[in-house]
């Protein structure tokens, strides 16, 4: 028998089963939909990191307080062991970098008038614009003038505007933040979310107004920092440390109380998480994958015992055991081809609804789709060898007798 009369077959007895079919091959689409689904996800995290290195910059490192992570989680006076003064010292003394940027945030409510919303309020310097890339698209930007004398002055994100204000003028009217008047500067140029972030979503005023008049804070959650250049990045990074070491007082043997990450180390943390996340689903995916593929096995163990007769006669007009191991092969195979297709049909409509419904963004990957394809065939022919083989050595007179 043919390749072609074996699938002409196999998709027949399929149709005559169309519910119990389509039953069979749930398990199949869960699973290759899962797959198709989590891969774009991690794909899209994936995407959206590859761009933001690219938007910050790959020469930025950052300072944070306390103990890098891979040392241990610190004690609660090390994770506020940066001071205004730690940026100051860098600012006077860095040789292989240039702009430093203070940093403290914290979520808050902003009101205008009868409307308000829970945002991102960001204590900063002019220096941001440099090392986080944003733009002043309305207004204009704080100065130094202003964060000397801790003006209540601020900057608002695209989103903040659009929640507030609609379609209003927002440069010259008053906020409240945390119940504090806020006079608006400027309004930043729209970057777009990114993941699970959104930077247009943030209020940008000056750090020494955080500090003393919004979050009653004495430290800094961290300083980033530009590099001079691309290949002087280690440089920086070592000069970084070696100053902010004997601005701390900390001895060579001793534990730093502050860590120094470059931007692609963050970024590669962050898409660690993402892949880790993606595994975990894509186990469960794998997991469905071999139910569906029992639930092919049971459905075909059951098709030979009904078809026993089918095979005996078969067998008595001269059909080979080559020819009936094919028909259950191919039979079996083909359901799990027709649900690794219609899962993948899934997968990608899952992709599609996910960005809507959370707003993380999802990238398709052609391979992924070929290789669930590939993965389903694999299943199919698997989990129908035993029933393929068990029809094939049925004895015709045995299987003539059969009731």
């Known amino acids: 028998m043919s390749i072609l009369e074996s699938l002409t077959n196999a998709l027949s007895a399929l149709m005559a089963n169309k519910l119990r079919s389509m039953l069979t091959m749930l398990g199949v689409i869960i699973g290759v939909g899962a797959i198709i689904t989590t891969t774009s996800i991690g794909e899209g995290a994936k995407a959206d990191i590859t761009e933001r290195i690219q938007t910050l910059g790959a020469n930025i490192l950052a300072v944070r307080p306390g103990q890098s992570r891979s040392r241990g989680r610190g004690s609660a006076d090390a994770r506020k062991s940066l001071t205004v003064a730690d940026m100051e010292a860098l600012q006077e003394r860095g040789q292989n970098f240039g702009y430093v940027t203070p940093e403290v945030s914290s979520r808050a409510q902003v009101k205008y008038r009868n409307k308000n919303v829970n945002t991102t309020i960001v204590g900063t310097s002019p220096e941001y614009l440099v090392t986080a890339n944003f733009t002043v698209e309305k207004g204009r930007f704080f100065t130094d003038s202003e964060i000397r004398y801790r003006e209540r002055v601020c900057v608002l994100g695209k989103t903040v505007v ?12 008053t906020v409240k933040i945390k119940n504090v008047g806020f006079r608006v500067l400027g309004v930043m140029k729209e970057k777009g979310a990114s993941g699970w972030r959104n930077p247009d979503d943030q209020v940008f005023i000056p750090y020494s107004t955080a500090m003393k008049r919004v979050f009653g804070e004495d430290y800094l959650a961290s300083i980033s920092i530009q590099a001079n250049d691309d290949k002087l990045l280690e440089s920086a990074e070592t000069e970084v440390t070696e100053l902010l070491r004997r601005q701390h007082k900390i001895a060579p043997n001793k534990e730093l109380d502050f860590h120094v990450r470059n931007q692609a180390e963050f970024m590669e943390t962050l898409e660690e998480s993402s892949q880790t996340f993606t595994n975990m689903i894509l186990g469960i995916a794998v997991v469905s994958l071999l139910v569906g593929g029992i639930g092919i096995m049971n ?7 009904e078809r026993t007769k089918e095979i005996g006669l078969r067998k008595a007009v001269g059909a080979q055991r080559s020819d009936i191991l094919a028909q259950f092969l191919v039979e079996s195979t083909s359901l799990a081809l027709v649900g690794g297709i219609i899962g993948i049909g899934v997968g990608i409509a899952g992709a599609e609804i996910v960005p809507s419904l959370w707003g993380w963004r999802t990238v398709v990957s052609p ?3 070929i290789l669930s394809f590939v993965v389903s065939a694999l299943v199919g022919i698997f989990f129908g060898a035993y029933p393929a083989w068990k029809a094939a050595k049925l004895h015709p007179i045995d299987a003539l007798r059969h009731e």
């Open 162 to 173: 659009d929640n507030l204000f609609e379609t209003a003028e927002a440069v010259g009217e």
């Open 299 to 305: 459905i075909m163990l059951v098709s030979v015992t």
């Open 367 to 369: 391979v992924y789709g």
